[in-house]
Structures are given as structure tokens and as C-alpha cells.
T-cell receptor, first 115, second 112 residues
């Protein structure tokens, strides 16, 4: 089974621009979660999608948004980029139905640098 | 509500010596508990998981963890550290529904 795939692997953007990151989950997984990882703040939860609906949301401004498609693939978008948005963005997928203790499976992340 | 506390932000051991990474959790129910490892610029990889079937859980690469309800702990151990074990380790609590709670991570350094 293919693992979680995140594209692109690296991205360099300028302040004020917007960016879209993509995540393809493991086949059969319906839940996709997004995390921001920085040296100062550690791992922070952004949001989780399940069956095309946002099920949970972290404490991030509205500039951060996401969506999930019918094939469970997910995208996250960051608008009006700030220097502080530079981070490793991790996507994780799981079965997500809540009836089993399904672990998260992570992609290798997208390294976003904002200059 | 649940919380996860990793008691050490950094642990340094010599190659061949035991590893102990400590994790305490707080929850109003019995969550599933996981340990993940992250190597530089990579995603998190599942090491092992506890889901109430057995209190001693064996994972990959020789790691194991013991769930102690009375101490609300889920410490990760390995009898003999290898250089390739150097990485960051995360303890995670997950409810049946809802978002997972991550510890702040423990950086393991292995000295030759």
C-alpha cells in the first residue's frame, strides 16, 4: 500500500502570497489531519477532515483553510503569507471512523519557507 | 479533556545502553496511546500503540512501552540504544473520536 503523499516537498514563497499544499492519504483512509511544525512551537494541530467535512479545528487564523475531496485527498491553503508561516506542514491520514483505535499515518511533509 | 506530558525535552545516552523516554497522560477516559518517532525533515513514524489489549506493548526497532494506569504513564524503553535511534519521539493520546493530543517531544541523542 502506498503511504501518505504530500506535494510539493519544498516550497519558497514571498510574504503576501498564497500557497496550496496537497495530501493524498493511504487508500481506504477517510480522515486527513494537518499539522504545523516549527522549532519554537512544536507540533500544532491545524484541522481534520473526514468525509469531506471539517471535523476538528485548531487555533489558527482564518488565513489557514483546507478542504477534502470525495476521494479523500486533501488540500490546505494559506493566504497572505507571513514570515511566521515558515514551517514543516505535515499531513496524516487514518481510518477515522472512531470505532477502532486507528493510528495516524504521516507523510514526509511540505517544507514551506516564506521570505 | 486530555493532556500529554513528556517529562524530558532531551535525553542523551551512550550507544548500547538502555533508553527511557517518559510520558504521562491525563484523560477523563481511557485513550489509545501511541509513540511516534521523527527523523530530521521527515514525517512521524508509528513505533507502537496501546489500545487496552495488553499493558506491555512491543513496537518496531526493539522499542516497547508499558501502560500503568495507576501512574497514568506510558514510558518508552529500549534495552540497548543504537546510533540510528537518534531522533525526536512523540507520545500521543487519541480519543475514539476527536483530535489527538501530542506531547512536546523528546529529542534522543545517542553518543558513540
Amino acid at each position: 500500500k502506498a503511504g501518505v503523499t504530500q506535494t510539493p516537498r519544498y516550497l519558497i514563497k514571498t510574504r503576501g502570497q498564497q500557497v496550496t499544499l496537497s495530501c493524498s492519504p493511504i487508500s481506504g483512509h477517510r480522515s486527513v489531519s494537518w499539522y504545523q511544525q516549527t522549532p519554537g512551537q512544536g507540533l500544532q494541530f491545524l484541522f481534520e477532515y473526514f468525509s469531506e467535512t471539517q471535523r476538528n479545528k485548531g487555533n489558527f487564523p482564518g488565513r489557514f483553510s483546507g478542504r477534502q475531496f470525495s476521494n479523500s485527498r486533501s488540500e490546505m491553503n494559506v493566504s497572505t503569507l507571513e514570515l511566521g508561516d515558515s514551517a514543516l506542514y505535515l499531513c496524516a491520514s487514518s481510518l477515522g471512523t472512531g470505532t477502532e483505535n486507528s493510528p495516524l499515518h504521516f507523510g514526509n511533509g511540505t517544507r514551506l519557507t516564506v521570505t | 479533556a486530555q493532556s500529554v506530558t513528556q517529562l524530558d525535552s532531551h535525553v542523551s545516552v551512550s550507544e548500547g545502553t538502555p533508553v527511557l523516554l517518559r510520558c504521562n497522560y491525563s484523560s477523563s477516559y481511557s485513550p489509545s496511546l501511541f509513540w511516534y518517532v521523527q527523523h530530521p525533515n521527515k514525517g512521524l513514524q508509528l513505533l507502537l500503540k496501546y489500545t487496552s489489549a495488553a499493558t506491555l506493548v512491543k513496537g518496531i526497532n526493539g522499542f516497547e512501552a508499558e501502560f500503568k494506569k495507576s501512574e497514568t504513564s506510558f514510558h518508552l524503553t529500549k534495552p540497548s540504544a543504537h546510533m540510528s535511534d537518534a531522533a525526536e519521539y512523540f507520545c500521543v493520546a487519541s480519543p475514539r473520536a476527536g483530535k489527538s493530543t501530542f506531547g512536546d517531544g523528546t529529542t534522543l541523542t545517542v553518543k558513540p
